[in-house]
C-alpha cells in the first residue's frame, strides 16, 4: 500500500513514516500543503493522511482542490481539532475519515486499512505490462516485445515510477525526490541524462516512443493501455 503522509510536525511525521513502513507499507512524507497536492495529483497513492493545520496551504483546503480536480482516491484528516463542527467541516471539505490527535498508532494503522479497503486497492502488482513493455519488480527484468532490456538499478527506478502513473506526467522534482531522495545532490540536468540513456535503451529505432518529456514541468510515459498480471 502506497501512502501519502502530510504532517508539519517534523518528531511527530518522522514516527508515523516509520511505523508505516514498518507495516510493509511504502510512504511519501511531506511537511507542506502545497507539496501534498502536487504529490497527490501527480502520484497514485492508496491512502492520503493530511495533517489540518500545515504551512502555505492547510490540510482542509488541499482535501477541497484534490476533491475539485475530480480526485477520487481516499483521504483521512488528521488534526487536533476535536470538536464536532470541526469534524463535520474536515468531513465536508472531501475527507474520507479523520483522526484526533493525541492518537494510539493502532487505530490510525486501522483507519489507513480500512480506507484502502473501502476504495478495492491492492498492493502493486509484481509484472506490469504497458503496450509491448514488461516491468517485473521481483526479477528486474524489463522486456519490449521480446527484446530483453538491461537497466541500472536507478534506471529501473525511475522507469517503474513512470510506469506506475502511466499517461500522468510527473515533475522532475518529484521524479527527484523519489528516486534519489530529498538529500540527494543529483540535479535537474542529472535527472536529463539518465532518461536520455532510458529511452536509447526503452525505444529502439521503429518503435513508438514511450516516454516523453512535457517542457517546463517533467516526463511521462504514455500509453494507453496498462494490464497488470495477477
Not at 145 to 159: A, K, P, S, V
Request: proline residues 3%; charged residues 30%.
Amino acid at each position: 500500500m502506497r501512502i501519502l503522509l502530510a504532517e508539519d510536525d517534523l518528531r511527530l511525521g518522522k514516527l508515523v513514516k516509520h511505523m508505516l513502513e514498518k507495516e510493509k507499507m511504502a510512504v511519501d512524507w511531506v511537511v507542506q500543503g502545497d507539496t501534498a497536492f502536487e504529490y497527490a495529483m501527480y502520484t497514485a497513492y492508496d491512502v492520503i493522511v493530511l495533517d489540518w493545520m500545515m504551512p502555505v496551504e492547510t490540510g482542509i483546503r488541499v482535501c477541497e482542490r484534490l476533491r475539485e480536480e475530480g480526485y477520487q482516491r481516499s483521504i483521512l484528516m488528521l488534526t487536533a481539532r476535536d470538536e464536532l463542527c470541526d469534524r463535520v467541516r474536515g468531513l465536508n471539505s472531501g475527507a474520507d475519515d479523520y483522526v484526533v490527535k493525541p492518537f494510539e498508532f493502532v487505530e490510525l494503522l486501522a483507519r489507513i486499512r480500512a480506507l484502502g479497503r473501502r476504495g478495492g486497492l491492492q498492493l502493486k502488482a509484481d509484472t506490469i505490462r504497458v503496450g509491448d513493455l514488461l516491468l517485473s519488480r521481483s526479477t528486474h527484468l524489463v522486456k519490449r516485445g521480446d527484446r530483453e532490456i538491461q537497466l541500472t538499478g536507478r534506471e529501473f527506478q525511475l522507469l517503474d515510477l513512470l510506469i506506475q502513473n502511466n499517461g500522468h506526467v510527473l515533475a522532475k522534482e518529484i521524479l527527484l525526490d523519489r528516486v534519489w531522495g530529498l538529500e540527494s545532490e543529483v540535479t535537474p540536468n542529472n535527472l536529463e541524462a539518465y532518461v536520455r540513456l532510458l529511452r536509447k535503451k526503452i525505444d529502439f529505432p521503429g518503435e513508438p516512443e514511450l516516454i516523453h518529456n512535457v517542457r517546463g514541468i517533467g516526463y511521462k510515459l504514455e500509453v494507453t493501455d496498462v494490464q497488470k498480471d495477477p
